[in-house]
């Protein structure tokens, strides 16, 4: 990997406490396990750290309707059963469950893509990472698949307000239908989607012949894929295809949505790509030089998805991290192999997508490729006043920033005599800590 960029990196040490509920797929604490490794691969000497500010109900308005928002702030599992009927309406149950603290966690996932946005608007960085974000299916009225509040669609807009254009890039093994569905009739955000599509698997859209509409049209693409999907077979769709949307849409930013649930051995996925194949994907987008937001996702065996976005993040540095798993607080979750790349399965899952649809489907893409103008006219209008500016990055409302050695800074100082990564690096010895392990009957221990 080569060339330098400037990384942000962007993290709320109280991820890892949310709960959706036993036997839910959705782990948040797999983004604590992410950046556990991050820290002990060294990473944080590398790039820029910040604990963000939590969003607003304000800064979610630019997206959500104030209803749904407001209703999102005051609901908790105390006095769900006086809201059953709002419950149906913003589609709050089941796989939208009701859990403790549950505005918390859609405060630091949003605020965290938003300031990663903003980072990127001021030109203080070239990459921008926050693997709590990537909720790709929350709608503007309700909850979907997992997700509450949309903080891609925010971030875009907050992009929006500095760049003309905008790409958005999903990779998890679901269409990204909340952000398509949001940008669906405009040509300032092109959002472009490799999932698995068919067989009543969710969310049910997503089809090559979905492109938008009106001024949108042709600005939405869809790559459906079968199951079985391969590392080789991917990438000889995702390469080409997205060359040539950059030669022809000409993005000044791109969103990349890194959803680990299309690696094999996902508990809802049904792709078998490697690790390496999925982090191919980022270094090829990250080759590209353009301001570059990356995001989480879907991504239901943590130990695969700690392992990924760790991985990606080492991505992003321009660095190949060694094999060899460094200890964490988390190690013996990695048994029996102790190793970063999580592999791809050598047998009983066949590749469905033949040579025969893949190339039509590469065709259909093209084709809608064709109907696009070389550079999409934006209408002049005055910029939006930002919604996060730089200094809510650093030392305001709460936010922080590293020192530089990983020591979160917090008007002037530290926060107390030692930071919260002393605490982490702590929890590397047997001691498990302060940050709450998942609960025994909700990981998933075969690393394989």
Request: glycine share 10%.
């Amino acid at each position: 990997m080569s060339g330098k960029r400037k990384v942000s990196y962007f993290y709320d040490p109280d991820i890892g406490q949310f709960y959706y509920g036993q036997g839910h797929p959705m782990k948040p604490h797999r983004v604590a396990m992410a950046h556990s490794l991050v820290l002990q691969y060294g990473l944080h000497t590398q790039m820029e750290m910040f604990r963000p500010r939590r969003a607003e109900a304000e800064d979610m308005h630019q997206f959500h309707t104030e209803d749904y928002v407001s209703f999102l702030r005051t609901v908790t599992p105390d006095n769900v059963g006086a809201h059953q009927a709002a419950l149906r309406e913003y589609n709050m149950y089941e796989d939208c469950p009701v859990f403790s603290g549950l505005w918390e966690y859609c405060r630091i996932s949003a605020g965290g893509s938003i300031a990663a946005a903003a980072q990127l608007n001021a030109g203080a960085s070239d990459i921008a990472i926050n693997w709590a974000g990537g909720l790709h299916h929350a709608k503007k009225f309700e909850a979907s698949g997992f997700c509450y509040v949309n903080d891609i669609v925010l971030a875009i807009l907050e992009l929006l307000k500095y760049h003309s254009r905008v790409l958005y890039v999903d990779i998890d093994v679901h269409h990204g239908d909340g952000v398509e569905e949001a940008f669906l009739t405009t040509d300032r955000v092109m959002t472009l989607s490799f999932h698995k599509f068919g067989d009543g698997f969710f969310p049910g859209t997503g089809d090559v012949v979905n492109v938008g509409h009106g001024q949108g049209k042709y600005y939405a693409l869809n790559v459906p894929l079968r199951d079985g999907i391969t590392d080789e077979t991917y990438q000889a769709l995702f390469r080409p295809i997205l060359a040539k949307v950059m030669e022809v849409y000409r993005p000044e930013a791109v969103v990349l949505q890194c959803g680990s649930d299309s690696l094999a051995g996902d508990r809802l996925g049904v792709f078998n790509l490697s690790s390496a194949g999925h982090a191919a994907c980022v270094e090829y987008v990250r080759s590209l030089g353009v301001p570059l937001l990356l995001l989480g996702g879907g991504g239901y065996k943590i130990v695969n998805v700690s392992r990924c976005w760790a991985k990606e993040t080492g991505v992003a540095l321009g660095l190949d991290l060694p094999e060899a798993l460094p200890p964490t607080e988390y190690y013996e979750y990695y048994a029996p192999a102790y190793q970063l790349t999580v592999p791809a399965k050598s047998e009983g899952f066949p590749n469905k997508n033949t040579p025969e649809h893949l190339q039509a489907l590469q065709e259909q893409i093209m084709e809608h490729l064709r109907h696009i103008p070389a550079a999409p006219s934006v209408a002049f209008h005055e910029r939006a006043p930002d919604t996060l500016g730089m200094d809510d990055l650093q030392a305001t409302r709460g936010s922080s920033r590293s020192d530089g050695d990983g020591n979160w800074m917090m008007d002037g100082g530290l926060q107390g005599e030692h930071s919260w990564r002393d605490e982490a690096l702590a929890h590397a010895r047997p001691q498990m800590g302060m940050r709450p392990a998942p609960h025994a009957a909700d990981v998933d221990v075969d690393a394989s």
